[in-house]
């Protein structure tokens, strides 16, 4: 069976802008619209990605939404940095109409999509 795929929206902690790596002329925020986000996709669900970005990385991961049966290293796994030090939490109003994705590519070219979308409100959004 064909995997879904998801895009999503996690909320970083507007002080994410300070961070090294931050460019506050491509990512935004602009004006005084102090919001700041991660796009991501992932053939996960998005909270069990999200679960994953935050995890605890001296333990293994354990897959909550079915898709990896075997325990997971976060290690592994990666966790964003902008995530990892800043997430504040997942934000489905901005991504569940978009979700299920029927293939990568398809997510990919969503989750471009949605960060330019971020920024044309005038908030901050990064993707990979
Ligand atoms: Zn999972």
Same mark, same amino acid.
């Given at each position: 069976?064909? @995997?879904?795929?998801?895009?999503?929206?996690? %909320?970083?902690?507007? @002080?994410?802008? &300070?961070?090294?790596?931050? @460019?506050? &002329? !491509?990512?935004? *925020?602009?004006?005084?619209?102090? /919001?700041?986000?991660?796009?991501? +996709?992932?053939?996960?669900? *998005? #909270?069990?990605?999200?679960?994953?970005?935050?995890? &605890?990385?001296?333990?293994?991961?354990?897959?909550?939404?079915?898709? $990896? %049966?075997?325990?997971?290293? *976060?290690? +592994?796994?990666?966790? +964003? $940095?902008?995530?990892?030090?800043?997430?504040?939490?997942? /934000?489905? %109003?901005?991504? $569940? /109409?978009?979700?299920?994705?029927?293939? +990568?590519? #398809?997510?990919?070219?969503? #989750? #471009?999509?949605?960060?330019? !979308?971020?920024?044309?409100?005038?908030?901050?959004?990064?993707?990979?």
């Amino acid at each position: 069976m064909a @995997n879904n795929y998801h895009v999503y929206v996690i %909320e970083l902690n507007k @002080n994410v802008v &300070d961070r090294p790596g931050w @460019n506050t &002329d !491509e990512y935004g *925020p602009s004006g005084n619209k102090l /919001r700041c986000f991660y796009v991501g +996709q992932s053939a996960h669900t *998005p #909270e069990c990605r999200y679960a994953q970005h935050i995890a &605890d990385r001296s333990a293994t991961f354990h897959c909550i939404c079915g898709l $990896t %049966e075997s325990p997971v290293n *976060p290690y +592994q796994i990666g966790g +964003q $940095t902008f995530v990892v030090n800043h997430h504040f939490a997942l /934000r489905p %109003e901005l991504y $569940t /109409r978009y979700n299920p994705l029927p293939s +990568q590519a #398809e997510a990919i070219a969503m #989750e #471009e999509r949605l960060t330019l !979308e971020l920024r044309a409100k005038g908030w901050g959004a990064y993707s990979k």
